[in-house]
């Protein structure tokens, strides 16, 4: 493939260097620039098309019109409408940095776009069919809206609508108090509790003979502490029923205006927030069905879930903030596909890779952070040319994970107010993310096994749709506190910039790089490959091994503060006590194969244990502990490349009679003290308990008897 990269300083209203750009830029087969690039600058970009036989572009303009130009000229040479990529030089460098800073960052924003593009993910989609009947509870004006493209029900829920405002002519209106709304998208399930019944005929008469207000006219309800008395007997049809009946009505969507939350970030096809004309229309964009991304890669075959009905890992479960991932039994888990919103919260919490986001994959992640890290041949290249003569560029470089939502659109923002009023922030290195959810422990660690002096999570705070106020906050302090274990110091940190606090943002980050010693790792050495050598049963850039490779790569660098690197959560460190009877249980549930039994000794491989809980929870002894975090030395290359450490030693009992060896002598002694009064007599003639005999020879002498 052919890539060109065109570079515009928007009329010279972005402050940066064209030609500082032009050699800063690597990996591409021509780089070509412009004062103004979407107007007097086209006929040029479509020469260079031409001359260089372009099949890719990545350009340099975040404007929708000035991208819509240079889409037509690639469309006019030949080139697929999608091998037009953008970067934004100007919000996101050359108004709010210096231009020095917003030179050597355009150069690196457009290394880092053509090598995260050389591992786009195809695109999958999938769907789900679904009708029109749709449930809004206790809201006319929002029931009478949607009348005319679907079919709705409005669930009183206690109210009154004999004399609505609003036409609900073609509005079907239901009696009944919600007392529960379970199921998904296409097959919601409202649960009524009413104390008319179905054979109600709006006759009225106890909506006259009623106590005042505590019946309704439209429906006919009655409220649920309503006395009862002789005039609850009246009714014609014999439809009152004090003690309330219940039944269940199916719905494709449900709009409910402050009902309770059925997931933490809501579900599709669930409204339970204030309804505005927003809130219509996507009600009216799912009638019928739905056809979306299909967000997840999954491999099941590596997921710890659990075995045997014993539950092993939850990470996924925990982390999904919108209902997707469920368990159907204890031991397994389910996706729902439709229902994901490609948050990435599962994907970044999965220590096994059996769940991966497909784009931005980690691979992908991986290879831009690497691009906007490095400095070129021999450590100076480009970036040695690039700031000659120019300014100190970027000093202090700080991998930014960017919320692609509200807090990129915020960045934006604050792009337009630093060009209007002269407002920076430190020259952050933008990797977009689908939420602050989907990165994790392994994202951040390969940042600084890359060489970044600090990571910054860049988030929507308090105005996250996913997982609400400062989702990683908890990330952060884990892994800060690895950090100094691993003699890095912390170097993480959350933002999340607020649009009416362009000032606050500004200095929080000013704060955090000014905070920071430069990094003992070199930046532009490290490629990370995702995965361990000896373990190959794994997807690469699992949470697990792609961490433990990064560590790895920083330990060349530095001396540890401590042996045990806390606050890694993917890794498990196993104690067993002295209650430990050697039966496999354990080591035949561990997902991950990190321990065996062998003739007389229990063995745990760190390196491979997910520390995904099984086997401390079906351990029928309740000898078996795990504590999170990484020990250094029980890693394979601490202990001359050998893997497995024994974590109980054991006795193997040999037969009193042929002499072969058939059991752990815990094992035998455990179970003679649960079961051996039971037995007390069977063998008279044994030499020694019956326990003491292997199962051939004991079933021998009971024969014998």
């Known amino acids: 493939m052919n890539v060109g990269a065109f570079v515009c300083s928007c009329g010279g209203t972005c402050d940066i260097d064209l030609e ?5 830029v690597q990996g591409v087969d021509v780089v ?42 690639a469309e006019e040479a ?15 460098a050359g108004w709010v940095h210096d231009r020095a800073a917003a030179t050597e960052k355009t150069a690196r924003l457009l290394n880092a776009r053509w090598a995260g593009l050389a591992e786009e993910a195809a695109t999958r989609s999938v769907s789900r069919e679904a009708g029109d009947r749709v449930a809004v509870v206790g809201d006319a004006e929002t029931a009478a809206a949607l009348a005319s493209d679907a079919d709705v029900t409005l669930v009183a829920d206690g109210g009154e609508f004999a004399d609505a405002d609003v036409d609900l002519d073609d509005v079907t209106v239901e009696r009944g108090r919600v007392v529960a709304v379970d199921g998904e998208f296409g097959a919601f399930e409202v649960r009524l509790r009413a104390r008319v019944t179905e054979e109600c005929v709006s006759c009225m008469k106890c909506v006259r003979e009623g106590p005042d207000g505590a019946v309704t006219a439209r ?31 199916e719905f494709d969507q449900v709009v409910y205006p402050g009902g309770p939350a059925m997931s933490v970030a809501g579900r599709l096809g669930y409204y339970d927030g204030p309804v505005d004309a927003g809130t219509v229309a996507a009600v009216e964009s799912l009638l019928g069905g739905v056809e979306k991304p299909d967000y997840l890669d999954l491999e099941m075959d590596v997921c710890a879930a659990g075995a045997s009905s014993q539950e092993g890992c939850t990470a996924c479960t925990d982390a999904c903030p919108h209902d997707a991932v469920g368990r159907p039994t204890p031991d397994s888990v389910s996706f729902d596909p439709v229902a994901c919103e490609g948050c990435g919260a599962c994907t970044s919490a999965c220590p096994t890779g059996a769940t991966r986001l497909r784009e931005p994959s980690n691979r992908r992640l991986a290879r831009e952070v690497e691009a906007l890290l490095d400095p070129g041949e021999d450590g100076g290249g480009w970036l040695s040319s690039l700031s000659r003569g120019r300014g100190a560029g970027i000093e202090t470089p700080v991998i930014a994970f960017v919320c692609s939502e509200r807090a990129a659109r915020t960045l934006r923002e604050y792009g337009r107010r630093a060009a209007r009023e002269g407002l920076r922030y430190p020259p952050l290195l933008p990797v977009s993310v689908p939420c602050a959810d989907a990165v994790g422990e392994a994202h951040v660690l390969h940042a600084l096994a890359a060489g970044a002096d600090g990571v910054a999570l860049v988030g929507c705070g308090e105005s996250c749709l996913h997982s609400g106020p400062d989702p990683k906050a908890a990330l952060v302090e884990r892994l800060d506190r690895a950090t100094r274990d691993l003699g890095l110091g912390e170097r993480v940190t959350f933002l999340a910039p607020d649009p009416d606090d362009f000032a606050g943002f500004a200095d ?5 790089v000014e905070g920071l010693d430069a990094s003992p790792v070199p930046a532009g050495e490290h490629e990370a490959t995702g995965g361990s050598d000896r373990i190959a049963d794994r997807p690469a850039f699992d949470t697990h091994d792609w961490a433990l490779e990064s560590v790895r790569a920083v330990l060349d660098h530095v001396e540890p503060e401590r042996t045990v690197i806390r606050g890694l959560a993917s890794f498990g460190r196993m104690t067993v006590s002295d ?4 039966t496999p249980t354990c080591s035949n549930l561990c997902p991950t194969d990190a321990i065996r039994r062998t003739e007389t000794d229990l063995e745990f491989d760190h390196e491979r244990c997910v520390n995904c809980g099984l086997c401390e929870e079906g351990c029928i002894e309740d000898a078996i502990s795990m ?9 394979p290359e601490r202990r001359d490349g050998d893997p497995w450490v024994t974590v109980a030693e054991g006795e193997l009992l040999e037969c009193r009679r042929c002499g072969k060896p058939f059991a752990s002598a815990a094992s035998a002694a455990k179970i003679e003290e649960r079961v051996g009064d039971l037995v007390t007599g069977v063998a008279p003639d044994a030499e020694g308990s019956i326990f003491e005999y292997c199962g051939d020879c004991r079933a021998a002498l009971v024969f014998d008897w």
């Open 579 to 582: 209650d430990c009877t050697f």
């Open 219 to 249: 429906p006919v309800d009655i409220a649920p502490d309503a006395p009862r008395g002789e005039w609850a007997t009246r009714c014609p049809t014999d439809a009152i029923d004090l003690d309330g009946v219940e039944r269940a009505l």
């Open 32 to 73: 070509a620039s412009s004062r103004l690039l979407c107007q007097d600058g086209r006929s040029a970009m479509r020469t260079v098309i031409d001359e260089y036989d372009l099949d890719q572009l990545v350009v340099t303009t975040p404007e929708s019109s000035c991208q819509e130009r240079v889409r037509a000229v």
């Open 627 to 635: 504590e999170p975090g990484l020990d250094l030395d029980l890693l």
């Open 78 to 92: 030949g080139l697929h409408p999608a091998a037009t990529a953008f970067v934004d030089h100007r919000e996101g």
């Open 20 to 24: 500082g750009v032009r050699e800063g």
């Open 508 to 512: 929080a980050a000013t704060a955090f």
